[in-house]
């Protein structure tokens, strides 16, 4: 099983700047995907952004020019940089890692960091 621990959620001003890390420890296996998804009040989670190994980056139509996913393949790490945020951003943000463990698709989430966009 793969651990994930995000950090670098809180409250920001819209127009501002926040990062969010997550870090996965456990696998055995490669990660195949890792990225991040978020759910505000009342509605159901989205995907945000993803990264897979090679590079390759997808992004919500709703983040995209806005937010930039990275990710360090070495420390299996992979940051979320959100810049101009605006106060529909406000949400739990999970960081999601998918790999395969040789019977099939696994995916793993972390605990969740929350963001909140406010004046």
């Known amino acids: 099983q793969v651990q994930l621990v995000e950090s670098g959620g809180g409250l920001v001003q819209p127009g501002g700047s926040l990062r969010l890390s997550c870090v996965a420890s456990?696998?055995?296996?490669?990660?195949?995907?890792m990225g991040w998804y978020r759910q505000a009040p009342g509605k159901e989670r989205e995907l945000v952004s993803i990264?897979?190994?090679?590079?390759?980056?997808n992004y919500a139509d709703s983040v995209k020019g806005r937010f930039t996913i990275s990710r360090d393949n070495a420390k299996n790490t992979v940051d979320l940089q959100m810049n101009s945020l605006k106060p529909e951003d406000t949400a739990v943000y999970y960081c999601?890692?998918?790999?395969?463990?040789?019977?099939?698709?696994?995916?793993?989430w972390g605990k969740g960091t929350l963001v909140t966009v406010s004046s």
């Open positions: 990264i897979t190994s090679g590079g390759i980056r």
């Open positions: 999601n890692a998918e790999f395969n463990n040789g019977m099939g698709i696994v995916k793993s």
């Open positions: 456990g696998s055995r296996f490669i990660i195949n995907i």
